[in-house]
């Protein structure tokens, strides 16, 4: 690709691969995530799903101490990233839906029955209202939450007219983004991971150049390359 690309989240897998294709990819975190204090539902059946959307609620619940399997029935997962946090917690998989909130909204049957959805505090209300609308009577939990970093690294701050492109993988992103580095460069294309990530870079005042159509590098890399035809 050739490219500069600016990750704001943490080296992994998702970086290394955009390095394959020849980008030179800067992965430089300006969140950091927070638990709350959180209870689950207690009821004397097992609910029927348990939902989770990213490896980031995963780490909460694992953290405060629950075992995945015990929570529910089956479990769905948005994106195999969020699948393989579930595996390497010891967790079981019973869906994977590849995309965002919709998608599994749209992979689960219809209701009734119970669902549990753990994961942020800031997460758009896709997920229950969808899945309220299929039937399902739906426990939405605030696990964790995002904070934008008190100020980002002054050598990205001094390097962020020159990237070639920004990657957004998250509302929180886009928001941390537009607040620590502001307005990108007429020639820096902006790439966000579905919907909801999309509208919160616009309402940030981002532009949006291109939306992966699934949240892995494949889905990023085809993303990239639709953002950087674009004419500055």
Wanted: charged share 15%.
């Amino acid at each position: 690709m050739g490219r500069r690309i600016l990750l704001p989240r943490p080296d992994g897998p998702l970086a290394e691969a955009l390095r394959a294709t020849g980008a030179e990819v800067d992965a430089v975190p300006l969140t950091e995530q927070a638990p709350l204090p959180f209870d689950l539902p207690g009821a004397p059946d097992p609910v029927d799903w348990l939902v989770l959307t990213s490896a980031a609620g995963v780490t909460a619940l694992v953290a405060a101490g629950h075992a995945l399997n015990d929570l529910a029935r089956r479990t769905a997962a948005v994106g195999q990233a969020t699948a393989a946090a579930i595996e390497a917690a010891g967790g079981r998989v019973d869906l994977v839906a590849d995309g965002d909130a919709a998608a599994l909204v749209g992979a689960l049957p219809e209701g009734p029955g119970t669902v549990l959805a753990p994961g942020s505090q800031l997460a758009a209300p896709t997920l229950a209202d969808g899945l309220s609308a299929r039937g399902w009577r739906v426990h939405r939990v605030a696990t964790y939450t995002t904070h934008p970093l008190p100020a980002a690294p002054a050598e990205l701050v001094e390097a962020w007219p020159a990237y070639d492109a920004v990657v957004l993988t998250a509302g929180s992103v886009a928001r941390a983004v537009a607040d620590l580095l502001g307005e990108p460069s007429g020639h820096t294309r902006v790439v966000t991971l579905g919907a909801p990530s999309a509208a919160a870079a616009r309402a940030a005042g981002l532009p949006v150049h291109a939306t992966a159509a699934s949240p892995d590098a494949d889905g990023v890399l085809a993303a990239l390359v639709d953002a950087l035809q674009e004419p500055a």
